[in-house]
């Protein structure tokens, strides 16, 4: 099912239902960003909608936004030390 949201300059944009979701949790719409399809009678708060029609969302851990933020540094704290001189780069997220 095709959707439409209203973007920050008051636009119409056309979304799936997943690229919805995709644009929720990395926050470029939020539960008060407009959105409509044709099954609805008005355009509703995101918000109002998505425990109807797309699901629950889930808030990211701490570990996903770091994995997001910075992979490179997130693959490294997994990979075994070939010695103990390795010098090494992490990355956290102050909450």
């Not at 919805?20 to 918000?47: A, F, K």
Request: hydrophobic share 35%; glycine share 2%.
């Amino acid at each position: 099912m095709q959707w439409y949201y209203l973007d920050q300059n008051q636009r119409q944009v056309e979304a799936t239902e997943e690229e919805l979701q995709d644009l929720r949790m990395r926050r470029v719409i939020t539960d008060q960003t407009m959105i409509w399809n044709e099954t609805l009678p008005e355009w509703v708060e995101m918000g109002r909608a998505l425990p109807m029609q797309l699901g629950q969302y889930e808030e990211p851990t701490k570990e996903e936004i770091n994995d997001l933020i910075n992979p490179l540094a997130t693959a490294a704290e997994k990979q075994p030390s070939a010695n103990s001189s390795d010098t090494r780069v992490y990355a956290s997220v102050v909450a």
